[in-house]
């Protein structure tokens, strides 16, 4: 079993920024991409960003290419979402999720084996 756990969000002024975290436990080993999803009150969960275990391939939807930023650091078992110059677009409940068994990395959510709790994210305008 792996638990994802999820932190950083908050309330921010449009043009500001968040960091948020992704602490991995459990079977870390078994863990190769990682993802961020999010959800906006009544709309469908969509993808924001993907990196693979090594974080030389990274995958970002269009709505956030050059404004968010997915990292990694495996000796911390941990992942990161920097988000710079948010917009009120943003706001919703990010999702962090681990995908095992295969490397490919995968914009669908169906395609990931574990989900964190979702931290909040909020952005004023």
């Known amino acids: 079993q792996v638990q994802l756990v999820e932190s950083g969000g908050g309330l921010v002024q449009a043009g500001g920024s968040l960091r948020l975290s992704c602490a991995v436990s459990g079977r870390t080993f078994t863990v190769y991409p990682m993802g961020w999803f999010r959800q906006a009150p009544g709309k469908e969960q969509e993808f924001v960003a993907a990196i693979s275990w090594s974080g030389d391939s990274t995958d970002y939807a269009d709505s956030v290419k050059g404004r968010f930023t997915i990292a990694r650091d495996n000796a911390k078992n941990t992942a990161y979402l920097q988000m710079d110059n948010l917009k009120p677009e943003d706001t919703a409940i990010y999702y962090c999720?681990?995908?095992?068994?295969?490397?490919?990395?995968?914009?669908?959510?169906?395609?990931?084996?574990?989900w964190g709790q979702g931290t909040q994210v909020t952005v004023s305008s």
């Open positions: 999720a681990a995908r095992t068994s295969f490397t490919r990395l995968t914009v669908y959510p169906d395609e990931y084996n574990y």
